[in-house]
Every structure is written in C-alpha cells, then in structure tokens.
DNA sequence: AATTTGAACAACCGCGACGCC
DNA sequence: GGGCGTCGCGGTTGTTCAAAT
C-alpha cells in the first residue's frame, strides 16, 4: 500500500489564491506559526492541500520576500552558484537573501540560461563553447531566441552559410569572433516567427554534420 | 480592433529523504 | 528494520499579459 496522496481530496480547490485565502493563510502563520502544513488548512479555514499552502507562503507571502527585478550583483551571484552547485535551486535561494527557490529557478530558466548561450557560454557547463559546439546547437539557439527579424531570408542564408564555410575550412578549435557576432546580430534582431523555422531547418542537416564531427573527434581524443 | 504568439512567473505534481512509531 | 506520514525539492504545466501581426 502506497502513501495517501496529498491533494487528491474531491473539492479541494487548486489554482490561483485569492486576496481572501491570503489573508486567511497570512494571518493563521503569524499566530499559530506552521508546525504542520498537513493540518493547517483545516485549522486556517482554507479549503486547500498543505502543499499548496506551503508554496504559496514560502513563495509569496513570507514577510521577508524580496519582490522586484534581479541586481546585476544577485545575476553573477546566481550564475557563479549554478556554476558550483547545479540546479540545486534551494541551496541557491540560501544564499540570495530574500529570493526564493522557485524565482531563482523561473529567473534562471527564463533569462540567465538565454544570456549565457547568447555570450558562447554553455550554461550547464558554464565553459565556452566551441565553434563546434555553437554550431551544433544553431537550430536550437534560433528556436529558442524569440528575437529574429529577417527581411530578406535569402541574403542572411548566403552571409551565414559563408561564415560557415569560412568557419568550417578553418581548423582552429578557437572560438571565431566573427562568427559570434554574426549569430549575435540574428539572435538580437527583431522577432519573426517564420524566419526562425526556416533557418532552424535550414541548418537542422549542418548541426548533424556537427554533431558527427563532434562526437568522432571526442572518440579521437579518448583513443589517444 | 481582433487575434496570435511568446515571455514571465505562479502553481502543481511526483518522488526521495527523513523522522517517528 | 520497515511501514507510514510529512516535508522539501526540482521539473513541469498552466495562466496571464504585453507585444507583434
């Protein structure tokens, strides 16, 4: 027999709180504090599971959440601790005062892992990528980037597809500055949807070329 | 002006860890 | 030692809203 779940109770109602409830929860916490989540909302009047009670607190209404954009102090913060921990996200929110796990996590999944990429840094390794690598990821990075404004499709294909060419007859490892700038100019760009598609599978076949160079050169490196 | 798209973030879900009996 | 209850974490989904079309 399997532990009873939390919230599969009939008429227990999920999603967003109302101001009502919050006061409710708020008010309940101050008083009585929140030993145990599991009964605090039959005890507060809240027709909620404990979870949801647990999440709302530590997540919205703790007196000590610090609400507002991320300092570019806080961003190095988090992006030098991801670098030592990982996704541990609240090891992480331990050390950003006021910051929760889950902001951390939205913030870094949102904005910091898209700034990174953008800077030629691999954000789960943190280490620059190589030409290889960005080009392996090139489809990805233009599905990704929300930002694409291509007037005229054609044009950019032959610039790029020649950076590539450059790039590719070039057997430094060393990242090509040209080129970052060249994906830099595309990624900032203005949005445009079908541009992005099209790109995408344009260079869908170019990044599985990559791939295979990629993985054969490592296999290379590991018979060495 | 209406519709679509996508970023941001709030909230949920499943599971492992831990403590108690 | 193992069964059970609870908590906390990380991944994922849902909702909202502004910008683009």
Known sequence: MGRSPCCD??????GPWTPEEDKKLVEYILKNGHDNWRHLPKNAG????????RLRWINYLRPDIKRGKFTEDEEQLIIQLHSLLGNKWSAIARRLKGRTDNEIKNYWNTHLKKKLMLNGIDPMTHRR???????????NLITASANINVSNLNTLRYQLLQSLVQLMSSSSSTPNINFLEFLGFFIHSKSCPHARFELASTFQPLSNLCQSKLSSSNTRNRCK
């Open 9 to 14: 109770d009939f008429g227990i109602k999920k």
């Open 46 to 53: 809240l027709n909620r599971c404990g979870k949801s009670c």
């Open 129 to 139: 990528r190589s030409d290889l690598d960005i080009l392996a990821s090139i489809p």
